[in-house]
């Protein structure tokens, strides 16, 4: 990094912590501090990217959703979060992505007519594999996010989560979920579904 950037990222890093500071001596519970414009995608640039959803109402919802995940690679890329707080946002942004994973599967199964309500993930997985939507090592590969969202039911966890989710985790689940998007948009283009 430049100089430049150097000095003013010293110095907004400054004013947070000078503005934390005189909001909890003033007991002040909420300030709107703007949001950066230009770094979250629109709706309709994500609706855009989803053809193979043929739903209008899915494809906003998850539209929606894909914008938390630019929130969410900014926090992670901006803000020197550390230690158990960074996992859990990481967590929090791979279950994001394991639901909009399981969300299009399971449009695409009704796509494909395949309307069983007791199909799961992985078997979700396998048809588009057999149907040659995906490939075995991308079924290999959501599955890995989809047990990783999984661990959203913290009741069911074995062991303390602290040191479980890393920036690599993270990075892995977005280009799981990319090859998923190119492999969907290239069977519609194909017409396997």
Known sequence: MNDKINELVRRISENMQNLEFLLQAEGIKSVNIRFPRGVIRTADH???RLSFINDYVLKTNIAYHLMLTDVYRWILNRFDI???AQEMLIKEGISLIGN???AILKHILKRLSILSSDIGFSKACTIL???KIISKEQKKNLKWVWDMRCKEHIFTLPNTEYG???LEHY???IQVW???EKSLQKAENEGLI
């Open 82 to 84: 550390s230690l158990t």
């Open 164 to 166: 479980k989710y890393t």
């Open 100 to 102: 909009i994973i399981e």
């Open 129 to 131: 594999v057999e149907r």
């Open 178 to 180: 990319r090859d998923l």
């Open 171 to 173: 990075n892995k689940a």
């Open 46 to 48: 994500f609706r855009n």
